[in-house]
């Protein structure tokens, strides 16, 4: 792993095995100090690493069995990008909606820069349409 490309993606995949056993504390400690989340909808960016633990606590939440598989992932300069897949059961609350115990799966396609051998910035475009369409109320069989 000579390359800065080659250490930030195993930087990022760490990152993604911590999220995989659920240990947010280890994955917000790759983070910088002043962390910034740019999140679709959201009326500008996030600062912080307590707001992005507050997002995945939530996710965690409302699917407490969720698998992450990490699709493909390439780097370059600063910068990796990740296509990752997210599958699990809606258990829990998530975004208002009660536990409908259906199974779920979608798609995200990130990008991070790397800062000094930590995650400074994401840039994330979860398919958040697909994801509430499976767990809406009027999508029950």
């Known amino acids: 792993m000579n390359t800065a490309p080659e250490r930030n993606m195993a930087l990022l995949r760490t990152a993604y095995q911590n999220l995989a ?16 989340a740019n ?8 600062h912080g690493r307590e707001i ?4 995945a ?5 409302g699917f407490p069995d969720l698998r992450i598989t990490v699709e493909d992932m390439f780097g370059d ?9 997210f599958r699990g059961t809606h258990q829990g609350i998530f ?12 798609r995200s396609i990130e990008i991070y820069r790397i800062e ?24 029950a069989s």
């Open 95 to 106: 975004q208002g909606v009660a536990a409908t115990h259906r199974p779920v799966g979608f």
């Open 77 to 85: 300069g600063d910068q990796v990008a990740v296509r990752v897949r």
């Open 52 to 55: 992005w633990k507050l997002g």
């Open 116 to 139: 000094d051998g930590r995650i400074a910035e994401e840039w994330v475009a979860p398919d958040m349409i697909s994801l509430m369409g499976q767990i809406s109320p009027r999508s």
């Open 57 to 61: 606590q939530a996710m965690i939440d």
């Open 21 to 36: 056993s659920r240990d947010l504390d280890a994955c917000a400690a790759l983070m910088t100090e002043d962390f910034i």
């Open 39 to 46: 999140l679709p909808g959201a009326p500008g960016p996030l």
